[in-house]
T-cell receptor, first 116, second 112 residues
Framework: AQSVSQHNHHVILSEAASLELGCNYS??????LFWYVQYPGQHLQLLLK??????LVKGIKGFEAEFIKSKFSFNLRKPSVQWSDTAEYFC??????????????FGKGTHLIIQP | KAGVTQTPRYLIKTRGQQVTLSCSPI?????VSWYQQTPGQGLQFLFE???????NKGNFPGRFSGRQFSNSRSEMNVSTLELGDSALYLC???????????FGPGTRLTVL
């Protein structure tokens, strides 16, 4: 079974600071990877995804993530955060069956607070 | 394109009752999955349906069940509610043939 580990459960940053949230997964084969964001009072939204190809993927709102296969990592980054980035961030990996059949395994989430 | 809709948005039930939640996926998507979100356990996979068939189920007791209709709409049912079933229940619409999932707003269930 897949597992996903997010290292930071709570992160507090000031506006304009740089952000990096860690994510490690357990599966060693071909893998799809996702970052989702949940803004206060809103539903889960896809931030970015990696399926194959360029390991540096860009998402919405200036976020990017780098897939490093040798480290089983998919860390989320943003060069300069804004107050509106305050949210819960989840890293997720699908099960082995593919096509959504096994659902997504989520990390515990990182609660990010940006102070103005 | 309309997003994923879930009804009702909020529910309050008492222990021992049962509840049915509904989810309408994005038009053209044939697969839906359900998740339970709690502060303690985070997001946990409940089950997934494709073309009216349950393909997989997470580690939840038999009190949790679901079904999918021919129009891809899905329902999940929880019988004999327990206090610990209080959670946000999320439905996701899956882009056919991929793992990409689009989430609805969820149903907030409170069990008293």
């Amino acid at each position: 079974a897949q597992s996903v580990s997010q290292h930071n459960h709570h992160v507090i940053l000031s506006e304009a600071a740089s952000l990096e949230l860690g994510c490690n997964y357990s599966y060693g084969g071909t893998v799809n990877l996702f970052w989702y964001v949940q803004y206060p009072g809103q539903h889960l939204q896809l931030l970015l995804k990696y399926f194959s190809g360029d390991p540096l993927v860009k998402g919405i709102k200036g976020f990017e993530a780098e897939f490093i296969k040798s480290k089983f990592s998919f860390n989320l980054r943003k060069p300069s955060v804004q107050w509106s980035d305050t949210a819960e961030y989840f890293c997720a990996v699908p099960g082995d069956s593919g096509g959504g059949a096994d659902g997504l395994t989520f990390g515990k989430g990182t609660h990010l607070i940006i102070q103005p | 394109k309309a997003g994923v809709t879930q009804t009702p948005r909020y529910l309050i039930k008492t222990r021992g009752q049962q509840v049915t939640l509904s989810c309408s996926p994005i038009s053209g998507h044939r697969s839906v999955s359900w998740y339970q979100q709690t502060p303690g356990q985070g997001l946990q996979f409940l089950f997934e349906y494709f073309s009216e068939t349950q393909r997989n189920k997470g580690n939840f007791p038999g009190r949790f069940s679901g079904r999918q209709f021919s129009n891809s709409r899905s329902e999940m049912n929880v019988s004999t509610l327990e206090l610990g079933d209080s959670a946000l229940y999320l439905c996701a619409s899956i882009l056919t043939g991929t793992d990409e999932q689009f989430f609805g707003p969820g149903t907030r269930l409170t069990v008293l």
